[in-house]
C-alpha cells in the first residue's frame, strides 16, 4: 500500500509527504478524530514511508524487506500497544518505554504505535511524558485516539497533533469500486450508512443482511412495544452489532422524514423500498421523524463517546416512548 492506496485523508497525505521530504518529522504524533475513519492504517503507511528502503513519489515501495515486514506485523522495529482491558496501565507504557530505548535492529526508526490512547491511566500518561518530551533519538511514538478531550493536556501539549477528519461518502464509494472491485450500487448504499467511516462500510456489506433482519426486529419493537424492560434485553442481547443496527435505523428514519417533507417528490434519494417507506412515512407528522432522528444520532454519539450504558439506553428508550406516544395521541 502507498499513499494512493489510502482512502482519503488527502490534506494529511501532504503534509507528511512535506514533512517527510524536509526532514521535518518529529518524534511524538498525536493521530485525532472519529472511530474507523483509517488513523491506524494511515499511521501503519507512514511508518513504512520512514522505514522504506526504496521510498517513492507514491510513497513506499512495498516491496523491500522492511515494507513487507511492517506489511505483515513483524518488523522487530514496530510495536502496537493496546489496551489489554478497560486501561493502558502504568506497567504496559514501562515495558513499551523500556523497548522505545533500544537502538533500531534493521530499521532506519522505531516506532511505537499507542492504540486507544485516551484509556492511558494518569499514571501510565505521566510514565510516558518523559518519553514524549526527550524521546530517543531514532524513534517516534504515534498516540491514536477517538477521544482526545479525555487524555491529559500535558500528553497532547507534547505531542504534534493531526486531525483526521469522517471521510466523505463519495470518498468511500469511489475507493470501494476502484480499489476494492465493488459494483457502484452497493458501494453507494454502504458509503451512505457509513458515517464516514470506511471500516463499517466494508462490515455493513459482510454482514448486510444479518445488520437489516435486526434494524427491522427492532424497529417493529420500537413501534409497537410498550415494556421499555423488554426493549432493554434485546439491546443487550444485541450490543456487539448495536451501533450498526443504529446506523440502519437513522437511515431509515432520514428516508421516512425525507417522503414526508417532500411528498414523496424526492423517491431517488431513497436508499430503503419505496413501498415501505411510502405506507410507513404516514404513521407521524415530519417533525416527529427528525426528532426521533436526532434521538438516534444522540445514541450513536454517546454509545461511541463509552459512556456509562445503562444511562445511556435508559434515555433513549423513555425519549423514543414519549415522542412516539405523544405524536400518536396528538394524530387520534
Given at each position: 500500500m502507498s499513499w494512493s492506496?489510502?482512502?482519503?485523508?488527502?490534506?494529511?497525505k501532504e503534509f507528511?509527504?512535506?514533512?517527510?521530504?524536509?526532514?521535518?518529522?518529529v518524534h511524538a504524533y498525536l493521530f485525532s478524530g472519529p472511530s474507523r475513519v483509517g488513523k491506524t492504517t494511515f499511521a501503519l503507511e507512514l511508518v513504512k514511508l520512514l522505514n522504506c528502503l526504496n521510498p517513492t513519489e507514491e510513497g513506499s515501495?512495498?516491496?523491500?524487506?522492511?515494507?513487507?515486514?511492517?506489511?505483515?506485523?513483524?518488523?522487530?522495529?514496530?510495536?502496537?500497544?493496546?489496551?489489554?482491558?478497560?486501561?493502558?496501565?502504568?506497567?504496559?507504557?514501562?515495558?513499551?518505554?523500556?523497548?522505545?530505548?533500544?537502538?533500531?535492529?534493521?530499521?532506519?526508526?522505531?516506532v511505537g504505535i499507542i492504540e486507544e490512547a485516551e484509556k492511558l491511566t494518569e499514571e501510565a500518561a505521566n510514565c510516558l511524558l518523559k518519553t514524549l518530551?526527550?524521546?530517543?533519538?531514532?524513534?517516534?511514538?504515534?498516540?491514536?485516539?477517538?477521544?482526545?478531550?479525555?487524555?491529559?493536556?500535558?500528553?497532547i501539549s507534547r505531542c504534534q497533533v493531526v486531525e483526521f477528519s469522517p471521510l466523505s461518502s463519495s470518498e468511500i464509494s469511489n475507493y470501494l469500486v476502484?480499489?476494492?472491485?465493488?459494483?457502484?450500487?452497493?458501494?453507494?448504499?454502504?458509503?451512505?450508512?457509513?458515517?464516514?467511516?470506511?471500516?463499517?462500510?466494508?462490515e455493513i456489506?459482510?454482514?448486510?443482511?444479518?445488520?437489516?433482519?435486526?434494524?427491522?426486529?427492532?424497529?417493529?419493537?420500537?413501534?409497537?412495544?410498550r415494556d421499555s424492560l423488554s426493549l432493554g434485553s434485546w439491546f443487550y442481547d444485541n450490543k456487539?452489532?448495536?451501533?450498526?443496527?443504529?446506523?440502519?435505523?437513522?437511515?431509515?428514519?432520514?428516508?421516512?422524514?425525507?417522503?414526508?417533507?417532500?411528498?414523496?417528490?424526492?423517491?431517488?434519494?431513497?436508499?430503503?423500498e419505496k413501498e415501505k417507506v411510502q405506507e410507513e412515512a404516514k404513521e407521524q407528522e415530519a417533525e416527529t421523524w427528525r426528532r426521533l432522528i436526532i434521538l438516534v444520532d444522540n445514541?450513536?454519539?454517546?454509545?461511541?463517546?463509552?459512556?456509562?450504558?445503562?444511562?445511556v439506553l435508559c434515555r433513549f428508550l423513555f425519549l423514543w416512548r414519549g415522542e412516539w406516544n405523544r405524536a400518536s395521541s396528538s394524530r387520534n
Open positions: 492506496e489510502i482512502c482519503g485523508h488527502e490534506r494529511q507528511f509527504e512535506r514533512a517527510v521530504l524536509s526532514g521535518r518529522v515501495c512495498d516491496r523491500c524487506e522492511n515494507c513487507r515486514l511492517i506489511i505483515n506485523l513483524t518488523h522487530p522495529d514496530i510495536s502496537f500497544l493496546f489496551p489489554s482491558g478497560d486501561y493502558l496501565k502504568i506497567d504496559e507504557i514501562r515495558s513499551f518505554v523500556r523497548w522505545l530505548n533500544f537502538k533500531p535492529l534493521m530499521g532506519k526508526m522505531k518530551e526527550e524521546p530517543p533519538g531514532e524513534s517516534m511514538v504515534i498516540l491514536i485516539t477517538s477521544q482526545r478531550a479525555s487524555l491529559l493536556p500535558t500528553i476502484e480499489k476494492k472491485g465493488w459494483k457502484e450500487e452497493e458501494a453507494r448504499r454502504a458509503s451512505s450508512f457509513s458515517q464516514g467511516s470506511l471500516g463499517k462500510a466494508e456489506k459482510e454482514g448486510r443482511s444479518g445488520l437489516e433482519d435486526k434494524f427491522w426486529e427492532l424497529w417493529y419493537k420500537l413501534k409497537s412495544e456487539e452489532q448495536l451501533p450498526l443496527i443504529m446506523i440502519f435505523l437513522e437511515q431509515y428514519l432520514r428516508d421516512l422524514w425525507v417522503w414526508k417533507v417532500t411528498e414523496g417528490q424526492c423517491s431517488n434519494l431513497l436508499f430503503f445514541l450513536i454519539s454517546d454509545i461511541s463517546g463509552n459512556l456509562n450504558w445503562d444511562i
